[in-house]
């Protein structure tokens, strides 16, 4: 009677673990999509979910005891052996991940002149904006609602904009020639 129940406990075990090998399923179908150890990961999942199948199964056929725990065991080192392969492949991409980073990284810290250009810039930004509006403003309130020149209260507060981000690019290409 044992062996009945606990063939359907470990089919139990096995269908609520699709949480687990259904995700690991899609990445092994993803082939090269996916790096090479979330793949071995996936099949070391894999293994492990199908091993407990197995065993379910073979608790439900077979009346010996030795079967369904030789196929656990035989299961259970398949998944081992899977899940350090991709440990080391893990670790082997990670450490071609570090050297291509610093492939990239020109040895270059941002220094006090980068927050300083950046910093000068956007004051130029802001100060155009703030400049532009308050023109439209003063423009619009001189004039009255009725005799208001809409094209000239554009037009001064887009050439101070204009400007304004005109000197912006000149220092920070300016900056950027000193930094570099």
């Known amino acids: 009677m044992i062996q009945p129940v606990a063939a359907l406990g470990t089919a139990m075990l096995t269908v609520s ?26 099949a070391a999942c894999l293994s492990g ?22 196929a656990a065991v035989a299961g259970a080192a398949a998944t081992i052996g899977l899940r350090a392969r991709a440990a080391v492949q893990r ?8 050297r291509d980073w610093a492939e990239l990284r020109t040895g270059r810290h941002p220094t006090t002149t980068d927050h300083l250009a950046r910093n000068v810039v956007a004051a130029l930004l802001t100060g155009g904006l703030l400049t532009a509006a308050t023109t439209a403003a003063v423009e619009l309130a001189a004039a009255g609602p009725e ?27 300016g900056a950027r020639r ?3």
């Not at 809409?150 to 920070?172: H, Q, T």
């Open 147 to 173: 005799e208001a020149d809409w094209l000239s209260a554009a037009a001064a507060p887009a050439g101070i904009v204009g400007l304004s981000i005109a000197l912006a690019v000149l220092y920070a290409c």
């Open 178 to 180: 000193r930094a570099g």
């Open 91 to 98: 670790r082997r991409e990670a450490r071609q991940t570090a």
């Open 17 to 42: 673990g699709c949480v687990w090998y259904l995700p690991a399923l899609a990445d092994v179908r993803a082939g090269a999509d996916r790096p090479d150890s979330r793949r071995s990961a996936a």
């Open 49 to 70: 979910w199908s091993t407990t199948g197995l065993v379910a199964l073979l608790l439900f056929v077979v009346e010996a005891w030795w079967m369904p725990v030789a």
